[in-house]
């Protein structure tokens, strides 16, 4: 169910052929053109990019040395923080124009630590050329993306062909004599493949371990954990609103005006709260935790009324430095905290609406309300 | 030895056990005839209208047939229960004459089996094609889930029915396969050609006819026939449930679940009667369904017919003297004398009228006759639902809902394809498998020439 | 670049204000349209189609999940908070309705109106137009995005260049012809603009005209007026031809007025009684005590009759209507209120005259209060033609007007051709602008800034909720722009206030004060001193001089304005057009109503064609309770050009209009209506209007009720004494919500349909899944006829979801979709249901809805749901449900849960009232009331507890938490 | 797991009976039978009566047990909801439940508890006295060990057609 529209469905099988159709077109487009002259452009444009290339990950030597620099600026996206800027960060971020020429950095480094970092690299001009048609390149690409779930069907596949050859030996060819070596292949082969469907089937609109690269590296370690930033400084409208809310740019900048060097990445990844501020284009966040459309969730109950920690679904965020979904935020995983969770009945004065649930807490009749008690089971809590 | 209490012969011809292995192996070993091909492409026709019907439904959705908000069950439930009631010949045939000692049955159970499964694969179409999202009929099933977990509601007639249907079809196929094991056997040995031999001798599973395997096999045969007793009158109760435990006028009544069984034993019966007179003209196996055959399933749908017709007039008798103002309005005066009253007469004389006939002999033994009342009891049978369906809904309680309903072409698309399912299960059946039970034949082939032979 | 709009709780957006600067450049659908949601394969939707396989578990594992963004807001604005609604106070004025609203905004988007509760004129009433209107702002097909000149797209800059200019040589009469102006600062723009030229003019008119009330109290009263009218003071309510439950001036107004003079409590035993003289069936006269059918030319002699007798000149000769309506009136006096709807000064002089004999001047009818409303001057439009015709005007300037489509005849249309520029300032697409040199387009009133004096002593603000969609600007910027003026209209309007308006209280010595209170509010309701008027002695005279009707023996046509359209200028909303009209039951067509006698006559049915002039034809419904020889045909539809929902729907009669004295005449004679070959279907969404005997709607009479106030409702007692059931009753810890219908007080005017549409994201099917029965509609108005055909009672009775606490749809639906809440509602989970529609079948009321298609994003539905600009106005807080899904009122659910929650977060019990669902809030009548069982003080436990209550089908026990209030009529 | 066997090979079935009983009164042990059909005549006199009627009792009253049980612990003790008044353990509709899963199950298990002791499974090679056992004639199988000198006679005396000595 779409809360608001309707994704058209796109088959991704379909979407595989059409993109592979594609690309055959284009080759055979391709293919078919007579070279021309003018093609000398394309190809010399083509030799730079290949070029820029190897440069950047140290395939070929700069004047002053090999240097790798894919090692710290990577070029795909990655599962643990690296506080380097990314290939594509360094891209974008020539590309924004703010004053920085970032190829000057290895000249003539702006800050201790990148001159340390950077120490005895310098590029030559034709170097610093071919860099940036490779970075462009790179920022025509866009960020790499992790496949979110990346699952092995090896055992998979292999079950399922050794169950069709158990088979067929079975009713026909007969070459394994013992019989009982067909019925284990089938009942291994029906268990890995139930297990299988249960798995996915299961995963199917979860994300659970969802962990992707955010264009900036806010480490939630870092502020809530060493800096002891209350979550609700920044996630101040979780309190009263449905939303917890992505803080806008301009809280990040109440800190960010006066500490403009980080920890870990220096100037680089706190510019970028400054360049959105002198830009007007906000930081688009990847967004992690996120429920069905048709699941309607308040943070203000849970929060402000409830006074459940942002741990509880949210986990040890202030561990993380790449902000991942520990739960699964699966309906059962939100029913059986409903089932356990005591309602603190005293303390709001709404709760004497249950009267008679009231009378026999107060009396001690019963020793605890849950909150599946006064409905927080039924469907219509979060489903209208 | 047990004797049916039937005098006469049950198979004609005073056979051989050869002779009567040959005669029902025939049309599984030879090529099928002209007939078999033009029924063939026929069914092949409404299998492709069925299939466009399917997909029509399933790319646009449920609103390609002809429900609205105030009828939300049409063709499509109404061939359900209809399917389901043809579903219930086989195993009646089966179960209730064994019960009764009918020996006679053993030429038709086959037949009357193979309709059963047919049919019900038909019938348990719709409830999936019912709903607005058949992705997501899986959740009809009480499957440990992560939603909490999120069980189901036992209330629901429709979960019963779909326990009944499926467990119906599975005991059918069950039943129908069991008892064909012997039979496949013998085509598995008489056969020449190694593939035939081999794909036989898969679903023979290593039968040898030894007395050891018959005595289990009797075993299980009266196991499942016991347990299919109960199972066929639940099912069609189950299904009548549908509707008495509705609030809907028309449907609430305490009399469905006897009624519906009758009824679809009747409905059964009558397309038993109707196939068996096709094929016993194009098959030749007129020495194994013999008239007499025929005499008793008319006799059958006479018995039926009266208790059909006791139950249209106690339904309206009820209803009048309930003092329900809302029921009285739907069998007086909707469908009695009002929109639907057409369909009600139609109904009423075909399923308690016209097989009234058969109390004289000459309808009875005229096959011309046979086959008009038996095609008309299923036309009569469909109305009943569609009177049953139809009216009850288009108008109930709050009459600014009253509306009319009118199948689409997608309606009439989805009963057919179901027709061209049936027919070609029916055809592929009568080609690859003995249409009569072989080694019970042969059981009772003696019959009535021994005592003839005696009495010499 | 595809543009999606999503919302969930972030979104990408500046910072803006309503109340501040309106940073122009940069339209809110851009900020809103970032591609925040990068749809790839989603695995759901993959996984739907595979069904449940152990294939397709591989596949799975190659699918990628959907990106989504969450993109914050640069700067959080203080009055936004994502996931929260904001409330802007504003009004609703499109010509000819008004109402003062409130706005729902939620991440910077109005997604629906709300009737404005702190006014005491509508006291939060609506109508279903004012609650469509939030979706004509996001008609993209329907509005213009850009100035245009011959067709052409062009610049703000060039318009005004070439205009000016244009305007500065014009020789001849430069003309603004506009709807009524209600406003005083767009008065004040209009007065500059004529300073700057001399040879201006302005020119008001109405598309449904009031000009004979005007003049008839110019000449009675020396007042070129519109009384207010108190419904409630009137122990007798007389209308002649008027709908004013549904269309007449102040509709929200009078149908509180009239709900509160009929309401029936146990401490007001009286009610008013109302009388209603028409031709065909209105919304009026539906609700009247007693109707009469009369033919057109008959109200002038009723009127006259009773007029003579009342004045002693009583010679006998006078109809008997007139008769036993003067001795009604003798009964009443000071207490009667008669109005007429005809456009007509003999008429209305005469209603003047009879009004002012039965002392209804300072009790019924007030002066003090005039209205603004309705200041269209028929004689002036008809000067503007022929100068138009004989080439005097070399400049037409249209403000929101479309007389090209709604102009008797073909007149303007040729005299068009004459002049020499013309200019068409409209918010969406009509005919008028499509034949102007320039069209420019002016935003939709959410996106504008206003003021209004819908009334003397009344004055409201409307301001704009959301950025301009489309390039537009509105009239008055441009006025004062080629005026030479530097001022912005927004900063006029302060500046008006300033000087004249904030003059007139003494609350506040500041200015920034009283305008935020003002903005706050939406209104400002100075003291202003009461007017008493005599009538004159001409009026009399005129009155009393025998004035013979042209009598009509023939076949009459009667044109009136439908409940859901009006005039016709919302035509292009598919939610109006789909809104089935309250007596007809039909939607998305206009068509002949004529009565069953004459039906038989010419031998036709409903859906029959019959030709009433040549080339015009229209379905026939065969209406009872319509004069016989009498045609009752709607206005506003047969739109030829307003985007593509109303386009070609209806057929469009205001060519048949006539001026006749000068005024427009809204009824001509025409000959016999020929019976054509053709049939067409209507869209009805109700077929059987007889109850067939049931005891459905329940009705009883003023004097009965008084003996015994159970009286009707007798079968109540009677099932609540035999209830049994085999289980024990269910019982409800906490809340057990309730709803509670005040037959006596619902008029059936659908606004709540609307509302409830606007709320639950309800989706438009259109005309011919109508017609096959699929209306999505939550709420309906059932509507009975009872008694005898040629003129039957009419009885309405809304139906939502019954929330039975014994529902027969929660125990068969198999997956558990829809279970009863621990607060009495029946709920349904869209995301489990898997759509068998048992529960459809065994509803007794049949108020669950099936999504038989995908009404969004489906070409084959092309309404607003199939639009990303249109899908702005959707609720985020309500799921848009998937096809093959069942859906059903939801007590508003969302709402509930919203206002335990603000309970909650304040420490306190949910109060009682503060729960409204949308249709509650809507209803201009007061005859929804929702609330908690359980708290024996709230005002539905008192209803419930009312003898008159019952619920429908209570012999079913099937314990609805809907309660009906029996009808009580005084006759 | 072949032995030597006497086969006795018949085309009617009252010689065949006749036979099976010439030979039981000679005190000769009948390894089995082969037939076309099966003759009650034939099976009460060579075979026992199998204990699967007990077995499918045991499944019946399992099934009906636990289905009981699944059903009662998923609708009231699990996840109860409130369906149109009824309280969350309604007994009648589980009664159609339990009545349907008995016989599903029931079934369901007595067909594998035979499969299994009958060893039959898709695609088993059969193991027949000869040619015809499924067609027209009756094979009586006696072990070469247990026959006594006159069964060959005694077959053929019933009206046996052939008499095989051979590997069965």
């Not at chain 2, 289990?216 to 639940?234: D, Q, T, W």
Request: glycine share 6%; charged share 20%.
């Amino acid at each position: 169910m779409i809360k608001l529209y309707f994704t058209t469905p796109k088959n991704s099988v379909i979407s595989t052929i059409s993109r592979l159709l594609f690309c055959l077109i284009t080759v055979l487009i391709f293919i078919s053109r007579p070279v021309l002259a003018e093609e000398s452009q394309e190809q010399s444009d083509k030799r730079d990019l290949r070029m820029g290339q190897r440069l950047f990950m140290g395939l070929v030597d700069f004047k002053s040395g090999r240097f790798d620099c894919s090692s710290c600026h990577y070029l795909g996206a990655t599962e643990e923080i690296n506080w380097n800027p990314s290939a594509y960060d360094l891209a974008i971020a020539w590309l924004e124009e703010d004053g920085t020429d970032i190829y000057q950095v290895m000249n003539n480094p702006v800050s201790e630590r990148l001159e340390e970092e950077h120490y005895g690299m310098t590029i030559t001009s034709e170097e610093e050329r071919l860099l940036q048609v490779f970075l462009k390149h790179v920022a025509e690409e866009g960020p790499g993306v992790l496949k979110p779930y990346p699952i092995n069907t090896f055992a998979f596949w292999i079950m399922g062909i050794l169950m069709a050859l158990a088979i067929i030996d079975l009713l026909f060819t007969k070459r394994v004599r013992y019989r009982f070596i067909h019925v284990a292949v089938l009942i291994i082969g029906i268990g890995v493949h139930t297990a299988f469907a249960r798995i996915e089937s299961v995963k199917v609109g979860r994300s659970q371990g969802y962990a992707p690269d955010q264009p900036i590296k806010f480490s939630h370690k870092i502020h809530a954990g060493e800096n002891q930033i209350d979550c609700r400084y920044c996630h101040f409208i979780a309190d009263y609103s449905l939303s917890g809310g992505i803080p806008s740019n301009s809280i990040c900048l109440n800190c960010h005006n006066v500490i403009k060097n980080g920890t870990n990445s220096g100037a680089f990844e706190i510019n970028k709260i400054h360049r959105a501020a002198k830009t007007g284009e906000p930081v688009r966040w990847v967004r992690i935790h996120k429920l069905p459309d048709h699941t309607f969730f308040s943070h203000a109950q849970h929060t402000n009324v409830a006074g459940i920690e942002c741990q509880t679904c949210h986990g040890p965020v202030e561990e993380m430095h790449i902000v991942k979904q520990v739960e699964d935020l699966s309906m059962g995983w939100c029913i059986n905290c409903h089932r356990d969770t005591k309602i603190q009945f005293f303390e709001n004065e709404y709760y004497t609406t249950f009267n008679e649930l009231y009378d026999k807490l107060k009396s001690g009749a019963i020793d605890s309300i849950t909150a599946s008690e006064i409905g927080g089971i039924n469907c219509m809590k979060c489903h209208y | 030895m047990i004797r049916s209490h039937f005098k006469g012969v049950l198979v004609e011809g005073n056979k051989t056990y050869a002779e009567v292995t040959r005669d029902i192996a025939l049309p599984t070993e030879t090529k099928p005839s002209r007939w078999w091909y033009a029924a063939m492409t026929l069914a092949t026709l409404a299998l492709l209208a069925g299939a466009w019907a399917l997909y029509e439904t399933f790319a646009y959705g449920l609103g390609t047939w002809g429900i609205n908000n105030t009828v939300a069950w049409g063709w499509d439930i109404i061939n359900f229960v209809w399917w389901i009631g043809i579903g219930h010949a086989g195993t009646a045939f089966t179960i209730f004459l064994l019960i009764f000692r009918q020996k006679w049955a053993s030429s038709i159970n086959r037949t009357a089996e193979a309709m059963t499964v047919f049919a019900v694969l038909c019938a348990a179409l719709f409830p999936l094609l019912h709903m607005g999202r058949p992705w997501l009929a899986f959740y009809i099933l009480p499957y440990p889930n992560t939603r909490g977990p999120l069980w189901l509601n036992y209330n629901s007639p429709l979960f019963w029915d779909v326990l009944a249907i499926s467990t119906y079809l599975l005991m059918s196929i069950t039943l129908w396969y069991f008892g064909m094991i012997p039979d496949l056997a013998t085509i598995r040995d008489r056969s020449k050609s190694k593939f035939k031999k081999t794909i036989y001798g898969i679903f023979a599973m290593g039968w040898s006819g030894s007395a050891i395997q018959y005595n289990r096999y009797e075993s299980l045969n009266k196991i499942l026939g016991g347990l299919a007793a109960p199972l066929v009158i639940s099912v069609h109760s189950i299904v009548a449930l549908d509707f008495a435990v509705s609030v809907i006028p028309g449907w609430h009544t305490t009399i469905f679940p006897p009624y519906f069984f009758v009824g679809a034993i009747f409905s059964g019966f009558a397309m038993v009667l109707t196939i068996m007179i096709m094929l016993r003209k194009v098959l030749k196996i007129k020495d194994f369904v013999t008239d007499k055959h025929l005499e008793f399933i008319a006799r059958v749908l006479q018995f039926g017919s009266l208790i059909i017709g006791s139950s249209y007039l106690m339904e309206i008798f009820i209803a009048w003297y309930s003092g329900v103002e809302y029921e009285a309005f739907t069998f007086l005066h909707v469908r009695a004398s009002g929109n639907f009253s057409s369909d009600f007469w139609i109904m009423v004389l075909c399923n308690a009228i016209m097989p009234q006939f058969f109390w004289f002999k000459k309808f009875r033994k005229s096959l011309f006759w046979l086959f008009i009342i038996s095609i008309m009891i299923n036309i009569g049978m469909w109305f009943e639902r569609f009177v049953i369906i139809v009216s009850s809904l288009s108008q109930d309680f709050l009459p600014a809902n009253w509306a009319t309903y009118k199948p689409t072409l997608v309606d009439i698309g989805l009963y057919v394809g179901t027709f061209g399912l049936f027919m070609a299960g029916m055809l592929m059946f009568i080609r690859f498998i003995p249409i009569i039970a072989i080694n019970e034949v042969k059981g009772i082939s003696k019959l009535g020439y021994e005592e003839n032979k005696e009495k010499e | 670049m595809k543009k999606y709009w999503k919302s969930l709780e972030e979104y990408n957006g500046t910072h803006f204000d309503p109340g501040e600067e309106d940073q122009s450049g940069i339209s809110t659908f851009e900020l809103l349209s970032s591609e925040n949601n990068e749809s790839k394969t989603s695995r759901r939707d993959f996984l739907k189609w595979c069904g449940f396989s152990f294939m397709s578990a591989t596949v799975l594992a190659s699918c990628e999940s959907p990106i989504k963004k969450a993109i914050p807001y640069l700067n959080q604005p203080e009055d936004i908070t994502p996931g929260m609604a904001s409330w802007y106070a504003s009004s609703f004025y499109d010509g000819k309705d008004f109402c003062p609203i409130l706005v729902k905004v939620r991440d910077g988007r109005p997604i629906k109106i709300e009737g404005n509760k702190s006014v005491m004129l509508t006291h939060g009433g609506t109508t279903g137009r004012v609650q469509a209107s939030v979706l004509s702002l996001y008609d993209t097909a329907g509005r213009y995005h850009h100035p245009f000149y011959n067709g052409e797209k062009t610049t703000w800059e060039q318009a005004d260049r070439d205009i000016a200019g244009k305007l500065d040589s014009a020789r001849k009469d430069i003309v603004l012809l506009t709807s009524t102006i209600i406003s005083p600062s767009t008065q004040e723009v209009i007065n500059r603009f004529k300073n700057r030229y001399n040879n201006f003019r302005h020119v008001v008119y109405d598309a449904i005209s009031y000009s004979a009330i005007r003049e008839a109290n110019l000449l009675s009263f020396n007042r070129r007026e519109i009384p207010f009218y108190r419904f409630d003071s009137a122990g007798l309510i007389v209308g002649f031809n008027a709908d004013f439950l549904a269309n007449w001036l102040l509709p929200v107004t009078y149908t509180r007025q009239y709900a509160d003079s009929r309401a029936l409590r146990k401490d007001k035993k009286e009610m008013s009684r109302h009388l209603q003289f028409e031709s065909g069936m209105s919304v009026t006269g539906a609700n009247a005590d007693k109707r009469f059918k009369i033919k057109p030319h008959e109200e002038l002699q009723i009127l006259q009759g009773t007029y003579n007798i009342l004045a002693g000149n009583g010679n006998g000769s006078e109809p008997e209507q007139a008769k036993n309506l003067a001795a009604e009136i003798r009964k009443n006096e000071n207490k009667t209120l008669i109005v007429s709807g005809t456009n007509d000064i003999k008429v209305q002089t005469l209603v003047n005259a009879i009004n002012y004999m039965a002392g209804s001047y300072g009790n019924t009818i007030d002066f003090t209060n005039s209205l603004n409303l309705c200041q269209g001057n028929d004689k002036d439009l008809q000067q503007l033609v022929n100068d138009m015709e004989a080439g005097k005007i070399s400049a037409l300037i249209v403000g929101d007007a479309n007389p090209v489509y709604d102009y008797p005849g073909n007149g303007f249309k040729n005299a068009l051709d004459k002049v020499d520029l013309k200019v068409s300032f409209s918010s969406v697409l009509n005919e008028t602008s499509e034949l102007a040199d320039y069209i420019l387009p002016s935003p939709h009133y959410l996106e504008s800034w206003d003021d209004v004096a819908p009334a003397n002593g009344f004055y409201g603000v409307a301001q704009p909720t959301i950025r301009p969609l489309f390039d537009t600007r509105q009239m008055q910027d441009s006025l004062l722009k080629w005026s030479d003026n530097d001022l912005s209209y927004k900063d006029l309007i302060k500046e008006l206030w300033e000087k004249q308006i904030f003059t007139k209280q003494n609350k506040t010595g500041l200015f920034t004060a009283f305008w935020q209170e003002s903005l706050q509010l939406g209104v400002f309701t100075p003291e202003i001193e009461s007017v008493n008027v005599n009538i004159s002695n001409e009026a009399l005279a005129t009155a009393g001089s025998l004035q013979k009707a042209t009598v009509n023996e023939g076949w009459d046509l009667v044109f009136y304005e439908s409940t859901a359209l009006g005039d016709g200028r919302h035509a292009n909303n598919p939610w109006l057009q789909e809104l089935p009209d309250p007596v007809s039951k039909v939607c998305w067509d206009n068509f002949a109503a004529i009565s069953p006698v004459d039906a038989e006559v010419l031998g036709v049915n409903n859906g029959d064609l019959i030709r009433l002039f040549e080339g015009v034809e229209l379905p026939v419904i065969v209406q009872p309770g319509q004069k016989e020889k009498t045609v009752s045909v709607a206005l506003g539809y047969g739109r030829q050009r307003s985007g593509k929902v109303a386009e070609g729907i209806g057929v469009n009669v205001f060519n048949f209009v006539e001026f006749k004295d000068g005024y427009k005449k809204y009824n001509v004679s025409i000959d016999q209506p020929v019976k054509t070959k053709a049939k067409t279907d209507l869209a009805l969404t109700q077929t059987h209007h007889n109850m067939e005997g049931r005891a459905i709607v329940r009705e009883s009479v003023l004097t009965a009720w008084q003996n015994d106030p159970a009286s009707g409702n007798e079968l109540h007692e009677f099932n609540e004494a035999h209830k049994a059931t085999l289980y024990p009753e269910a019982k409800f810890e906490g809340h057990h919500w309730a709803l509670a219908v005040d037959l006596n007080r619902c008029i059936g005017c659908s606004a709540c349909v609307i509302a409830c549409q606007a709320e639950n994201n309800v989706p438009v099917i259109g005309k011919r899944e109508v017609m096959r029965r699929r209306i999505m509609h939550w709420m309906r108005i059932d509507r009975y006829y009872t008694g005898e055909t040629d003129n039957p009672g009419v009885v309405f009775q809304p139906l939502m979801c019954q929330h039975c606490d014994n529902a027969p749809c929660e125990n068969v639906c198999p997956v558990a979709a829809t279970t009863h809440s621990d607060e009495g509602i029946n709920q349904i989970t869209y995301n489990r249901c898997v759509g068998t529609k048992y529960c459809i079948n065994n509803c007794p009321y049949k108020v669950r809805r099936f999504n038989w298609f995908q009404y969004s994003k489906n070409k084959a539905f092309d309404y607003n749901m199939n639009d990303d600009i249109g899908r702005m106005v959707l609720n985020p807080d309500v799921t848009v449900r998937e096809r093959g899904v069942v859906e059903k009122c939801s007590f508003c659910v969302q709402r509930i849960q919203e206002v335990k929650l603000k309970a909650k977060l304040e420490n306190r019990k949910v109060m009682d009232g503060e729960i409204q669902p949308a249709c509650v809030q809507a209803c201009p009548g007061k005859a929804l009331v929702f609330g908690d069982l359980n708290d024996p003080d709230s005002e539905v436990s008192k209803l419930f507890k009312d003898e008159r209550n019952y619920h429908v089908l209570e012999e079913m026990h099937l314990l609805p938490s809907v309660g009906y209030l029996t009808k009580i009529r005084n006759v | 797991m072949s032995k030597k066997s006497v086969i006795g090979v018949f085309d009617d079935e009252n010689r065949v009976v006749s036979a099976i009983k010439k030979l039981k009164e000679n005190k000769v042990k009948i390894n089995d039978v082969y037939g076309p059909f099966a003759s009650h005549d034939i099976l009460s006199l060579v075979t026992k009566p199998t204990r699967l009627p007990h077995l499918a009792f045991i499944f019946g009253a399992v099934a009906a047990i636990l289905t009981f049980l699944f059903v009662y612990y998923t609708s009231v003790i699990n996840y109860p909801l409130s369906y149109g008044g009824k309280p969350t353990f309604s007994f009648p509709p589980m009664v159609v439940i339990i009545y349907l899963i008995t016989i599903l199950g029931t079934a369901t298990l007595t067909v594998f508890a035979f499969i299994g002791r009958t060893a039959m499974y898709p695609g088993k090679k059969a193991k027949m006295p000869g040619i015809g056992a499924m067609d027209d004639k009756f094979f009586v199988v006696i072990d070469q060990k247990n026959t006594v000198a006159d069964v060959e006679s005694l077959m053929r005396n019933s009206g046996a057609i052939e008499i095989r000595h051979e590997e069965f």
